[in-house]
Every structure is written in C-alpha cells, then in structure tokens.
C-alpha cells in the first residue's frame, strides 16, 4: 500500500509492509484442530450408523431365507409329532435299523421279555 503524505509542502512516499500481528494465529490453530476433531467424529459416527443399517439389513435378510430353507423341514416334523405320516412302533423302528446297520444279527421281536426268564 503506498500512502502520500503533505509535510511541509514536500511529497513523501511511505510504503507500508503488511502486517499479520492483529491474526490470532493460536485461536486459528485451535479452531483448526477442533473442526479436526469433529470431522472425524462426525465420519465415524455416519460409518458407525452403516455398518450398523447393514448389519440389520444382512440379519433381516439370512432369518427370512433361512426360514424358508427350513419351514419344510420343520413342517415334516410337527406332523410326526402330532402322529401323522412317519410314525413307527418302535420295534419296527429297531428291526429297521438292525436290518441297514446290524449285518447278521438277528432281527428284534416284537415281543417283550417275561419277568422270571
């Protein structure tokens, strides 16, 4: 900035430097690192949320669909236990499974044992 100045009739020319004395340069830094801070929460806080949605979302998503893997499943085996189709006697039960797995054994009779033999 140059200025003129009227001293005794005579033209001078001041040239005037700038001056940064009148920044607060400390209050600058420290609004800096605050509005820093905050940035990062402010980011976190949003991922955070994200994450978050997402996860719900993914476990809204695995419950429905495996319930649908599952229903027939399930279906078949409360129809066995209100004694529908698949119900067996037990000792047709055994005599199923001592025939696949026993190889050679003899197969279970039906009858129960008498007390005293």
Not at 18 to 45: C, E, H, K
Not at 61 to 80: A, E, R, T
Not at 83 to 101: C, F, H, Q, S, W
Request: proline share 4%; hydrophobic share 30%; aromatic share 6%.
């Amino acid at each position: 900035m140059t200025t003129t100045t009227h001293n005794d009739h005579s033209h001078q020319t001041v040239t005037e430097k700038p001056s940064y004395d009148d920044v607060n340069t400390s209050a600058i830094f420290l609004v800096g690192i605050i509005s820093s801070i905050v940035t990062i929460l402010i980011i976190s806080v949003v991922q955070g949320l994200c994450y978050h949605w997402q996860s719900s979302v993914t476990a809204e998503q695995n419950k429905k669909y495996s319930s649908i893997l599952v229903k027939p499943i399930i279906d078949g085996q409360k129809k066995v236990l209100e004694g529908g189709d698949g119900v067996l006697p037990i000792t047709e039960a055994m005599n199923r499974v001592v025939a696949k797995y026993g190889k050679g054994q003899p197969s279970i009779s039906s009858e129960t044992p008498k007390s005293g033999q």
